[in-house]
């Protein structure tokens, strides 16, 4: 029972540098999230996806890219890092709601540093 | 975007003491949870509430959405409380707004 995996656990990164933080879910939910969490806060949503070839913008989209090109993966891309993107980076998956509640899971997170 | 306030920011207790968790939003919303971020960093939902009142062991929210505010109550509280505690809420499109949390500490 994985539930959300995230890799990899830590990371750093020379500016300029390209990425791919991975992340796979084996619940077959449709919806999956990217947060990033920086010190006092709080999350902040990057971009969502509500099923396979389906991603939206969040709060904070800049600097970063997703794809959805299955149900059970979510990859978020840094193409070019920035110091400002060091952060704690957190994916989320649920059943897409239509009724009842359905809680978000959360991976265990992935640590950047972009020196 | 929806503004959520989250209050106090820190709070410490002894051990066996009770706390009230206060988070204020901006807009009303269609869904809000409570989540417990623990020392080695992992997120926990706690609650679903949107609207009325919940109980879970020593944990129980409320949320009055009429007037923008849900509470978490902590009775007894022990140890492994500690952490830090979140409030997220949903206006509509999946579109989460987290608090900037408040960080609780029990001491022994």
């Known amino acids: 029972n994985a539930g959300v995996t995230q890799t990899p656990k830590f990371q750093v990164l020379k500016t300029g540098q390209s990425m791919t933080l991975q992340c796979a879910q084996d619940?077959?939910?449709?919806?999956m999230s990217w947060y990033r969490q920086d010190p006092g806060m709080g999350l902040r949503l990057i971009h969502y996806?509500?099923?396979?070839?389906?991603?939206d913008q969040g709060e904070v989209p800049n600097g970063y890219n997703v794809s959805r090109s299955t149900t059970e993966d979510f990859p978020l891309r840094l193409l070019s890092a920035a110091p400002s993107q060091t952060s704690v980076y957190f994916c989320?998956?649920?059943?897409?709601?239509?009724?009842?509640?359905?809680?978000?899971?959360f991976g265990d997170g992935t640590r950047l540093s972009i020196l | 975007g929806i503004q959520v306030e989250q209050s106090p920011p820190d709070l410490i207790l002894q051990e066996g003491a009770n706390s009230t968790l206060r988070c204020n939003f901006s807009?009303?919303?269609?869904?809000l949870q409570w989540f417990h971020q623990n020392p080695w960093g992992q997120l926990i939902n706690l609650f679903y509430?949107?609207?009325g009142t919940k109980q879970n062991g020593r944990l129980s929210a409320t949320t009055v959405a009429t007037e923008r505010y849900s509470l978490l109550y902590i009775s007894s509280s022990q140890t492994t409380d500690s952490g830090v505690y979140f409030c997220?809420?949903?206006?509509?499109?999946?579109?989460?707004?987290f608090g900037t949390g408040t960080s609780l500490t029990v001491i022994p």
């Open positions: 509430i949107p609207s």
């Open positions: 807009d009303s919303v269609n869904n």
């Open positions: 989320a998956s649920s059943p897409v709601r239509q009724g009842p509640y359905q809680p978000q899971h």
């Open positions: 996806s509500v099923g396979a070839g389906i991603t």
């Open positions: 619940m077959n939910h449709e919806y």
């Open positions: 997220a809420v949903e206006k509509y499109g999946n579109q989460f707004y």
